[in-house]
């Protein structure tokens, strides 16, 4: 099984930083891509930032140049280092990865699996 957990989110104000963390878990998880969503009540999910295998990244133009995204592939973690929040980032953040997991009776399913969420809340 694989399963993602997120940490690091809260409440800070306008201007304020945050760092949100993801690790994934199952050793037999080959992992390509990992990345951030956000979602509001009145939005539909979307993405934040991906981190590729190769290093390679992408952000949405609305956190572009105030958010960074990194990866420890050793440790199948993925950060979200957030600076100048303001309180239109606020939103429920999800962490993303995808990949082949190894499965027991010899298959390689692509995976594309969803943590929980973590609360970012900004106040202006």
């Known amino acids: 099984q694989v399963q993602l957990v997120e940490s690091g989110g809260g409440l800070v104000q306008a201007g304020g930083s945050l760092r949100l963390s993801c690790i994934a878990s199952g050793s037999r998880f080959s992992i390509d891509t990992m990345g951030w969503y956000r979602q509001t009540p009145e939005k539909q999910r979307d993405m934040v930032a991906v981190?590729?295998?190769?290093?390679?990244?992408n952000y949405s133009d609305s956190v572009r140049g105030r958010f960074t995204i990194s990866r420890d592939s050793a440790k199948n973690t993925v950060y979200l280092h957030m600076n100048s929040l303001n309180p239109e980032d606020t939103a429920v953040y999800y962490c993303?990865?995808?990949?082949?997991?190894?499965?027991?009776?010899?298959?390689?399913?692509?995976?594309?699996?969803w943590g929980p969420g973590t609360l970012v809340t900004v106040s202006s």
């Open positions: 993303n990865a995808d990949g082949y997991y190894r499965a027991y009776d010899g298959t390689s399913p692509w995976v594309d699996a």
């Open positions: 981190i590729l295998s190769d290093g390679g990244t």
